[in-house]
């Protein structure tokens, strides 16, 4: 799962403006729920904070960049599915224009991926596989993901709980262009000399490289490292569709861009409202791939509800 939080950097486009393996979803016997992150007055998620309420809640911080953990569940005994997968991820973005209104408006992520499930007796295991990435045009700038963006996003390795109707998965952590020690408490890098710092795309840079095209200034590229915390929290309904929201924490670090209209900052969050950002797992073939997801995205999933 991606969460667009590098977006902070586009917005001047305007002129004159790892995945930790997660925690069961039980400790103690209790389900736990993800607690609200919460975030400085630009929009920046306050790092002590977030640690106070997730560190407990994350059982192992090692990264599983790679394809992942093993599975515990047997194939011969748990029930196995293949889903394909859609993120909706909705953030909002203060206006960067020195003379405008400082509000905070809306832009959406969606993300597109197949998911491995197994499930027996109430838990849940599943990886996770990117297959493409887009974001809504923001203050007149779109945003280029290169092939090498999607492939460089590792396999991820979930677990969660399907109890009756209601389905759970995380929290957990993940990390874009940056390998931390202790993912949850370690803190981003601030230089870009920073040796945490990778190159997960392959392109030979630090981090993340994240195109940006703008029909009234150009383009440019902005390299960032990326970490979230994350929580699916839905229902499992009719042909065994499941559809939910996502709570997130994101933070980044941008390491440098290419162009001067992208040095700046511009504040950026989540949106306050968990059901602007929804999720949908829709079963599918066991041969369905992302060339046939790709090509059924906007038809194979419900309907998106209502967002801002």
């Known amino acids: 799962m991606l969460i667009p939080c590098w977006l902070a950097a586009i917005a001047l486009a305007e002129p004159g403006a790892a995945d930790a393996p997660p925690a069961s979803p039980e400790e103690g016997g209790e389900q736990v729920a993800l607690a609200e992150p919460r975030y400085d007055r630009n929009g920046k998620l306050i790092v002590e904070g977030a640690a106070e309420t997730f560190a407990a809640r994350v059982a192992r911080t090692a990264r599983g960049r790679a394809a992942g953990e093993a599975f515990s569940l047997a194939a011969d005994q748990a029930t196995q599915r293949r889903f394909a997968m859609r993120q909706t991820f909705t953030s909002q973005m203060r206006d960067p224009n020195p003379f405008g209104s400082g509000d905070w408006k809306s832009t959406h ?26 974001t809504e045009p923001v203050f007149g700038a779109e945003t280029i993901y290169s092939a090498g963006f999607v492939k460089g996003v590792p396999v991820r ?8 109707a209601t389905f759970a998965a995380g929290p957990y952590v993940q990390q874009f262009g940056v390998d931390l020690e202790n993912p949850l408490l370690d803190p981003l890098p601030t230089s870009p000399d920073d040796p945490r710092l990778v190159d997960d795309d392959g392109d030979g840079l630090p981090g993340v490289t994240i195109g940006i095209r703008h029909p009234m200034v150009g383009e440019g590229r902005i390299w960032v490292g990326q970490r979230s915390v994350a929580r699916l929290e839905g229902t499992v309904g009719e042909g065994g569709v499941i559809q939910g929201f996502i709570r997130t924490a994101p ?43 790709l090509q059924a995205k906007h038809t194979i999933f419900p309907a998106l509800p209502a967002l801002d």
């Not at 992520?109 to 887009?134: F, I, M, N």
């Not at 933070?251 to 059901?275: C, G, T, V």
């Open 157 to 164: 390795f979930r677990t969660g709980k399907v109890d009756g």
């Open 109 to 134: 992520t969606q993300t597109w991926g197949l998911v491995e499930w197994r499930e027996l007796g109430g838990k849940v295991e599943y990886r996770e596989t990117t297959c493409a990435v887009e």
């Open 251 to 293: 933070d980044m670090f941008k390491i440098d861009a290419n162009r001067w209209w992208l040095k700046s900052e511009s504040p950026q969050r989540p949106h306050p409202d968990p059901a602007q950002s929804p999720f949908a797992m829709v079963p599918v073939d066991a041969s369905f791939g992302c060339a046939q997801l």
